[in-house]
């Protein structure tokens, strides 16, 4: 068993503004070529910071086309990716939203009653946990 560790990736892509590259910069092959001689009992740990679960808008609380090709890139990888949150994370996605203000604003105003089920539960709610 291997565990490497990074961290700050801030999601799949690169932003213009930070500097930051994405984990699909990072854990590409020519970035990280170790892991052609990994399988999924091996672990890469994201500290803080992974930005992989991001995506909410006002009218859906699941991931963007772009954000699910990233997480499905990211397990087609020969290794198992861990990640702790950090504080660039979409909380509200991760743990659920239990501010009824915030999910009654105007922001949230347009979003279908179950997809705002889903951003109260988070991802615990949808994966069981």
């Known amino acids: 068993m291997a565990i490497y560790v990074t961290g700050d990736?801030?999601?799949?892509?690169?932003h213009g503004w930070l500097s930051v590259d994405g984990f699909m910069h990072r854990l590409n092959t020519t970035s990280f070529p170790e892991q052609k001689?990994?399988?999924?009992?091996?672990?890469?740990?994201?500290?803080?910071?992974?930005?992989?679960?991001?995506?909410?808008?006002?009218?859906?609380?699941?991931?963007?086309?772009?954000e699910k090709d990233a997480l499905d890139w990211l397990e087609s990888k020969p290794f198992t990716t861990l990640f702790i949150p950090?504080?660039?994370?979409?909380?509200?996605?991760l743990m659920g939203c239990q501010d009824e203000r915030l999910l009654d604003s105007w922001f949230y105003v347009k979003m279908p009653p179950e997809e705002k089920e889903k951003l109260r539960k988070g991802i615990r709610g949808v994966l069981g946990a």
């Open 9 to 14: 990736t801030h999601g799949s892509q690169p």
């Open 37 to 66: 001689e990994l399988g999924k009992e091996d672990y890469v740990i994201i500290c803080g910071d992974f930005g992989g679960v991001w995506e909410t808008n006002r009218f859906c609380a699941e991931e963007s086309p772009k």
């Open 86 to 93: 950090g504080n660039h994370e979409n909380y509200d996605r």
